[in-house]
C-alpha cells in the first residue's frame, strides 16, 4: 500500500475490532485515514490454522471460493502474490500486510 508519493503510509492509531465478546480482529487506522484489518488478525479470527497471515490468502486463492470474490479483493491476492503490497508499520510491534 502506497501513496501517490511512494512513501509508506504510517499508522496512527491501532486496536481492536470486537465482533464479539471473545472474538476480534486487529485494526489499524493510517495517517491518509484508510482502516485497514491485520491479516494474522483476520487469519484469527476465522479459525484459519497454519501459515499465520498467509493463512487467509491460501483460503482465499481456492477454487471453489473463486466465483464469489469480488474483483477488487481478486486484484488484492494477485497483488500479494507478485509481492506488490509494502508492509506498513504498526505503532507497536512487528510490520503488517494491510487487508
Known sequence: MV??????????????????????????VTNEKKRLLS???TSRAMDLKGGGSGALVRNLKAKYIQPYLSKQ???????????????????????????
Not at 10 to 16: L, M, P, R
Not at 19 to 25: A, E, G, M, P, V
Not at 90 to 98: D, L, M, V
Open 3 to 28: 501513496n501517490e508519493k511512494n512513501k509508506l503510509s504510517k499508522v496512527t492509531h491501532q486496536g481492536k475490532w470486537f465482533i464479539d465478546k471473545n472474538l476480534y480482529i486487529d485494526c489499524y
Open 73 to 99: 479483493l481478486i486484484k488484492w491476492i494477485k497483488n500479494i502474490e507478485e509481492d506488490k503490497i509494502d508492509k506498513i508499520s504498526a505503532i507497536k510491534g512487528h510490520k503488517f500486510i494491510p487487508f
Open 39 to 41: 491479516l494474522r488478525g
